[in-house]
């Protein structure tokens, strides 16, 4: 498969090796605002840049027939433009707020441990995630994706960093020095507390999740999540 990086950084680095060891080709490393790109020397992009650069990589790959995956977090406000993008020019997209095999389980869990608290009132939810401290966005699209299914299938209305207001679900985003990754969800009364936590030991397992999804979407047309890829439901 050949391949092009929309972002060379800390995961552009860590797919590069993977695939490399898949025996893929790296035929193009994209690290800043630029159009000089030859579409038609690759298979597939895989975008991990920044949130100000995504929409307008994930814009230029659908509009160049490029199938596109996405890991950026922290531009979701264009998300529904991207979809139409890509319906429009009959394209493949994937963005997932987390890449790796763990998390999407554990945002399976999550949701099925939000279903069972949703009609008990004694018990308060809140989230909190740890990232290294480049990180440009809080919180985390991961935080953000575990927050919209809590939300979808409990009484909670919304999401709000340190919210302290009824009905609105408390985000804590913390920041430490090179912390890859981790999330938890507590649930807490007076008696007791219920948490569920997933941690990244390094960033291997969000690098092969995008891998894998990359492989899988070429030859295909339309959005596609992470559930697609990994056939979970
Ligand atoms: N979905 C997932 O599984 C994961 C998502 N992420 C997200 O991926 C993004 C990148 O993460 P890291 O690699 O850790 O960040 P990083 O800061 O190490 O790398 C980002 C790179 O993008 C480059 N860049 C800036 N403007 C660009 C443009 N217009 N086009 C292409 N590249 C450009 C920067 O020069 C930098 O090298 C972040 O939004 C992060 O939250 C990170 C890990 C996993
Ligand atoms: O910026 C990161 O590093 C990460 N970003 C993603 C997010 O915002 O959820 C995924 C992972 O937690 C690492």
Redesign the pocket.
């Known amino acids: 498969m050949r391949i092009a990086l929309f972002g060379y950084g ?2 552009g680095k860590m797919i590069e090796a993977l695939a490399l060891k898949k025996n893929h080709t790296i035929v193009a490393k994209i690290d800043n605002d630029t159009t000089e790109i030859d579409f038609s020397s690759f298979d597939v992009a895989i975008d991990f840049s920044q949130p100000s650069s995504a929409f307008n990589n994930i814009k230029m790959c659908l509009e160049n027939n490029t199938p596109i995956i996405s ?1 950026t ?2 531009w979701l406000d264009r998300y529904e433009e991207a979809v139409i993008l890509c319906n429009e020019n009959n394209g493949a997209f994937i963005y997932a ?2 890449f790796s095999l763990g ?1 999407n389980l554990f945002f399976e869990l999550n949701e099925c441990l939000a279903k069972m608290m949703a009609n008990l009132r004694d018990y308060n939810v809140s989230l909190e ?1 740890i ?2 401290t480049q ?1 440009l ?1 809080a919180p ?4 953000i994706t575990l927050a919209e299914s809590i939300i979808k299938n409990t009484s909670y209305t919304g999401w709000e960093l340190d919210a302290t207001k009824d009905h609105i679900l408390p985000i804590k985003a913390i920041r430490e020095a090179s912390v ?2 981790t ?1 938890s969800v507590t649930y807490g009364s007076n008696v007791d507390s219920i948490e569920i936590k997933h941690t ?1 030991h390094n ?1 291997e397992g ?1 690098a092969l999740g995008a891998l894998t999804a990359a492989e899988w979407i070429i030859g295909k047309h339309g959005v596609f999540s992470m559930k697609d890829v990994l056939h979970i439901d």
């Open positions: 800390k995961m890991g977090t922290g707020s987390n998390v995630e990232h290294h990180k966005d985390s699209g991961t935080a890859p990754g999330h990244a960033r969000f």
